[in-house]
């Protein structure tokens, strides 16, 4: 880290030396139906973590749901990802360089 004082300006400058490209991004996305499950793996497969809501298609229709997390837990496998639910409302995807720890 360096930090510069600019003599024009009562300011500091911090440089962390962190470079965008190497970042991860985590998305939270919302699953309201069947449809969404393909915008949702889309941003599984460029390397996003994503935090996806369930709760209103759970109360809308279970059937869709489950067919919708078969669709999702199908590909995260295909592509050596992640899956887990997390309380009644949320599941969290990762690729293939993250696993969600779950204990020992």
């Not at 460029?46 to 935090?51: P, T, V």
Request: aromatic fraction near 8%.
């Amino acid at each position: 880290m360096v930090l510069k004082k600019s003599k024009e300006e009562d300011y500091l400058e911090i440089e962390t030396g962190f470079e965008e490209e190497g970042k991860i991004n985590v998305r939270i996305e919302n699953l309201k139906s069947y449809s969404d499950t393909d915008r949702i793996l889309q941003f599984l497969r460029e390397g996003n973590i994503l935090f996806v809501r369930i709760k209103e298609l759970r109360e809308k229709d279970i059937n869709e749901l489950k067919k919708a997390i078969e669709k999702i837990k199908k590909t995260c496998s295909a592509m050596d990802g992640d899956l887990a639910g997390v309380d009644e409302d949320f599941l969290v995807i990762t690729p293939k360089f993250s696993r969600i720890y779950r204990g020992k």
